[in-house]
């Protein structure tokens, strides 16, 4: 079964689940709506022998909406296939269906997305911070967050100060430039993505 | 003996009497004997295990006895990236050595934070407990860590063991 039948096969189950498909470099990746990612993932181990859930990762589109992205990777070790599922979610809610239930291994996933990028995910287990420190107030892989960090104090667990930045952070531009342009520059959330002036030739 | 040795010992003359000060004295075994605390945190602490093996043989200085507990151990080697999630523990580890005790700093992240200008790493060990020797490297060779026991070694041979710590017993004395 190839990611495709998979992704057929989903369709009929539930016709008004995926909101579009994209393959890319033999990846299919499925973009569906929050409320039936369950019911897919459940439907995908069960029916379609997608046992073991990969990854779960978090983007941040800062400044747009919805802000958040949650991306699921699903692999079927007897079908040799690989199937990508993404849901939004909107900063507001900021809440996104567990799938602890489904395969374990999600539970400390999904912790990892809730410590960084600040997620909750609903009736999960044990919904505590696995990298920072109980106590820590920020989610640092947001992008408003500064790379240099915030100062902040646990008393007795942890303190946090702010890092010397030089001007920094200093980040290349990926762009078919030369060297010069792709040199890195400081930049900060809120820039443009790919400001012109770093991407034309000189 | 050379110029700079602590101590005069013609073993022709003096034969088994060696006449010296005590501080020296005492100097002369704290620094050949430290036991050193591996506080192992990242990569640093492999080439800290390099320097304990047979190649480079740290015993050759006298600081090959590891110990896992603080309260017997004389110099902590911090080798590695220190995350504020771990500051306090290495701090608290530091607390529980007994004087007289020292501090290498062992490569780039744990002498500044290293590569790791970020939210999650202490810039530097020293901003919680004073560090006596900084070695460069990231990692630093097992040479650069000997370089750094040898350069400590030096360092406790200069201060004063007994005049300063132990006033009233060597009054006493």
Request: proline share 8%.
């Amino acid at each position: 079964m190839t990611p495709a039948d998979a992704a057929a096969k989903i369709a009929v189950e539930f016709p008004s689940a995926i909101k579009d498909q994209t393959p890319f470099r033999g990846e299919l990746t499925l973009r569906l709506e929050a409320d039936a990612l369950r019911n897919v993932c459940q439907f995908a181990k069960d029916r379609l022998a997608f046992d073991y859930l990969i990854d779960i990762s978090a983007v941040d589109h800062f400044g747009d909406e919805p802000r958040f992205e949650v991306v699921y990777e699903l692999s079927s070790i007897s079908h040799h296939a690989h199937l990508r599922l993404k849901i939004s979610v909107s900063e507001d809610a900021c809440e996104a269906p567990t799938v602890s239930d489904i395969w374990p291994t999600a539970d400390w996933h999904e912790r990892e997305v809730y410590d960084l990028m600040g997620i909750r995910f609903a009736n999960h287990p044990d919904l505590r911070r696995i990298l920072m420190w109980e106590g820590y107030p920020y989610h640092p892989l947001r992008k408003d967050f500064p790379l240099e960090g915030k100062p902040t104090d646990a008393p007795g667990i942890a303190f946090s100060e702010v890092a010397p930045l030089a001007g920094g952070p200093f980040v290349t531009v990926p762009t078919t430039g030369t060297t010069q342009v792709r040199e890195p520059r400081a930049r900060h959330a809120g820039d443009a993505v790919h400001p012109p002036q770093f991407i034309e030739e000189p | 003996m050379s110029e700079q040795s602590p101590m005069a010992y013609d073993s022709k003359i003096e034969g088994n009497i060696i006449f010296t000060r005590v501080d020296a004295a005492i100097n002369w075994m704290r620094s050949n004997s430290l036991w050193p605390m591996p506080m192992g945190l990242a990569c640093c602490a492999i080439e800290l295990m390099a320097t304990g093996a047979a190649r480079f043989d740290i015993s050759r200085f006298g600081a090959e006895v590891m110990r896992f507990s603080p309260r017997q151990s004389d110099v902590m080697i911090v080798a590695g990236t220190v995350t504020y999630k771990m500051a306090l523990s290495v701090k608290r580890i530091w607390d529980q050595m007994p004087e007289p005790k020292w501090c290498i700093a062992m490569g780039a992240c744990a002498s500044s934070g290293g590569m790791y200008r970020s939210y999650a790493v202490l810039q530097g060990i020293d901003h919680l407990i004073p560090v006596d020797v900084y070695i460069s490297g990231c990692p630093p060779r097992p040479e650069a860590l000997l370089d750094g026991l040898m350069k400590l070694q030096q360092k406790i041979m200069t201060e004063p063991a007994l005049k300063d710590q132990k006033k009233a017993l060597f009054e006493k004395v």
